[in-house]
C-alpha cells in the first residue's frame, strides 16, 4: 500500500464548480473555472512555448488553488525563510569540514572554491523550496532545489497574467491576489548581482534541444534587460576555452558573470571542470549552492534541527536505523525531476520511478505522502529569491511522486 | 485595480512589452545602450570626451595631470578590451579605411583592431574618477559611422557631442576578447543521461 487510506485524507477539501462565491474556510480548496478562451495564441504571442508536451496539458488553467493569506504568510512564506536560513547554517558546517564535503561526494578539486564562494559571500540568484501541504498544519519539506529550479517563467509571468485577466474579465474577485512577486524580485536581484560585481552584462547559458530550459533562460534575460542589463546567450555546448584561460561565447567574448542552468555535479566532473577555477568567472548560482542542490543536506538539515515541524526525518545510508517501521522514501543524492526515487516499506520497494541517477549514493527520508486533491496529488514549490520568500507554484500529478510530466496549475489568495 | 490591496504579494507591474515576442523587435546589440541612455535614474553621470591627450589638457589645463593618467588608462583598456579582427580588410571594413593598427597580444597572436578614437572620463572633479575608451567607424557599412562607441558596443552618440550623459557601468573593465582554443567541454553528462530522456527536456528540477 503506498497511500495510507484509500480515503482522499482531506475529507474537508472541496471541488467546487463555476463563479466564485465561498464560504469562509480555512482549507485549500482547488476550484474549477473556464479557460481563458485564446491563452493557447497569447502564450504563442509572450514566446510560452512549452504549455503542451506531446498533447498532453503542462500548463492547465481548468482550475485553480485557492488560498488564505494566513496559510500563505504563516505555513509557506514564514517557513520557507528559514528553513532558508536553516540551510545557510548547512552550508557554513560543510563549507569546512572534509568528512561532509566527502560525504555530499563533492570532488575535492572543488572543495576550497565552494569555501572561497561561500566566504565571499557570493550572491545567489533564486531556489525553489518543495513542500507537501494541505491547507492546514505543518508544511513538509520534501526537498530544495537550489542550483538549477525550473518552472520559473509560468511562476513569475504566465500565472500572473492568467489572474490578471480572469479578474479583467470578471472570472475572479478583485480582491483576489496571488503569492507570486517573483518577477520584481528577480529584476532587483539582477541589478544587485551586477552592482555587486561591477559588470554591465550576465551572460546566460543552458543545453541545447530544451525548449523548457531555454524557455527559462530567455525569461530571466528578459528580467535582466529590464534591469538594464545587457544578457547575452551562449548554449552550455558552446561555451569555449580562451588561451588565456577564460571561458567564451561564441563571439570570442570573455564570459565574466553566468547565469548556468546547468547542474554544479555535472560541470564539475566534465572537461572544462578543471578549468572553471582559473576562468574566474562570477557564477549564478554561485559555487556554495553546489551543497544545497545535493540530497545530502535532507539529512544535515535533520541532524541540526532534529524534530523541527517543517522537516521529515531522513538519514545517510550509513546511520539508516535498522528496524523502521515507517516507510522510507530512497532518493538518490544527485537527481532531477523525480527521478530514480523509490518508495519502501518494510524494505519492499513500492514505487520506483526510473533514471539515471544514483551512482553517487542514496539518502532516505520518511515518507509523507502528497495531498491528493480528486484525482491529483498535489505539490507545492515556494521560491525564494535571494533570501525573500517570492511566491508559489503547484504541480499536479496522477502519481505520487511529482515528475516532470506533472501539470503546473495557477493560484489565487482570497 | 480598483481596490487597493495594501498588502499586495504579487508583483505591482510587470512591463508587458518585454515579454511579448511576437511584435517585439528583435534587439540588435544597440539596443540596450538606447534604453540605457534614456532611462531616467540616478546611476548615471556627466562625463566627457577627448579625442587626444592634448585636447583634455587644452580644455582643463589646471588638471592636466589626471588628463594623462586617465589618457594612459584607456589606451590600455582599449588594447585589452578592442574588437580585435585577424584581418585587416575586416576591420577596416567596419571601421573605415586606414582606421586600424596592427597589435601583438601576450599569446604572441597578431589582430588588427581600430584605433581609440578618444577617451571618455567621468568627473573630474570628484575624488574618485574613470576613464574609458571610445571608438568611431568612418565606414559607411557601420551603424557606428561617426558615433562614439565604447570596446563593447554602447552608443553614447555623434562624435560631434563631447559631454554626455552615462550609466556608470560605462567604466566598468569591459571584457577582454579571448581567442577560443576549444568548445564542448560542458554538457556531456547530459549526453551520457538523455538516453532516459527527461520527457520535456532539461536538465532544471
Known sequence: ?414 | MTNPIIHQKRSAQINLGRMRKVFAPKPLSLGVASIMLTACGDNREQAMIFTNLQDCVSQMPEQAEQCELAYRNALEEAQRTAPKYAEQSACEYEFGAGQCTSYRSNDGNSWFMPFMAGYMLSNLSSSRYYSSPVFTSYSRYSPYRYRWISADGYEYGDIRKRRVKVSKKAFSPKPTVSKTIKRGGFGSSVRAKSSWGSSRGGWGG
Open chain 1, 1 to 414: 500500500m503506498v497511500h495510507q487510506s484509500e480515503q482522499n485524507p482531506l475529507g474537508a477539501v472541496q471541488e467546487v464548480v463555476g463563479e466564485v462565491s465561498l464560504p469562509f474556510t480555512i482549507h485549500m480548496l482547488r476550484i474549477q473555472i473556464p479557460e481563458r478562451p485564446h491563452w493557447r495564441q497569447k502564450a504563442e504571442e509572450f514566446g510560452f512555448h512549452f504549455h503542451t508536451f506531446d498533447g498532453e496539458p503542462y500548463w492547465d488553467e481548468t482550475a485553480y488553488y485557492q488560498f488564505s493569506l494566513e496559510q500563505i504568510e504563516n505555513d509557506i512564506e514564514a517557513p520557507t525563510e528559514e528553513i532558508h536560513q536553516m540551510c545557510l547554517e548547512v552550508v557554513d558546517n560543510v563549507v569546512k569540514d572534509e568528512e561532509l564535503l566527502r560525504l555530499f561526494q563533492i570532488p575535492e578539486l572543488f572543495w576550497q572554491q565552494i569555501a572561497d564562494s561561500w566566504r565571499n559571500k557570493d550572491p545567489s540568484l533564486y531556489s525553489r523550496l518543495d513542500f507537501a501541504y494541505q491547507g492546514k498544519g505543518v508544511a513538509k519539506l520534501y526537498e530544495n532545489n537550489a542550483d538549477t529550479p525550473t518552472s520559473l517563467y509560468e511562476s513569475g509571468f504566465w500565472q500572473w497574467l492568467w489572474l490578471e485577466e480572469q479578474v479583467n474579465r470578471g472570472k475572479l474577485s478583485r480582491g483576489s491576489d496571488q503569492f507570486n512577486s517573483l518577477q520584481e524580485k528577480l529584476v532587483h536581484q539582477l541589478r544587485y548581482i551586477a552592482e555587486h560585481y561591477r559588470v554591465s552584462h550576465i551572460h546566460f547559458s543552458c543545453c541545447e534541444d530544451t525548449q523548457e530550459d531555454r524557455g527559462t533562460a530567455q525569461y530571466l534575460q528578459d528580467c535582466t534587460r529590464e534591469a538594464g542589463i545587457d544578457a547575452p546567450f551562449v548554449f552550455i555546448e558552446n561555451i569555449g576555452l580562451s588561451e588565456t584561460g577564460f571561458f567564451t561565447d561564441t563571439h570570442d567574448h570573455t564570459i565574466d558573470t553566468l547565469f548556468k542552468l546547468y547542474p554544479w555535479e555535472f560541470m564539475q566532473r566534465e572537461d572544462f571542470g578543471e578549468h572553471i577555477e582559473a576562468a574566474q568567472v562570477n557564477w549564478i548560482e554561485p559555487m556554495w549552492k553546489s551543497v544545497l542542490s545535493n540530497k545530502a543536506l535532507l539529512p544535515m538539515l535533520w541532524k541540526m534541527f532534529p524534530n523541527h515541524p517543517n522537516l521529515l526525518p531522513s538519514w545517510f545510508e550509513s546511520e539508516l536505523p535498522t528496524s523502521s517501521s515507517t516507510p522510507l522514501v530512497k532518493k538518490p543524492i544527485f537527481s532531477r525531476e523525480g527521478a530514480n526515487i523509490s518508495v519502501i516499506e518494510q524494505g519492499k520497494a513500492h514505487i520506483n520511478t526510473g533514471g539515471p541517477y544514483g551512482e553517487e549514493g542514496y539518502i532516505y527520508q520518511a515518507y509523507c505522502p502528497l495531498p491528493k486533491f480528486g484525482d491529483n496529488y498535489t505539490l507545492i514549490g515556494s521560491w525564494l529569491v535571494g533570501d525573500q520568500a517570492a511566491g508559489i507554484s503547484i504541480r499536479e500529478d496522477a502519481s505520487m511522486i511529482t515528475q516532470d510530466t506533472s501539470r503546473y496549475l495557477p493560484h489565487i489568495i482570497l
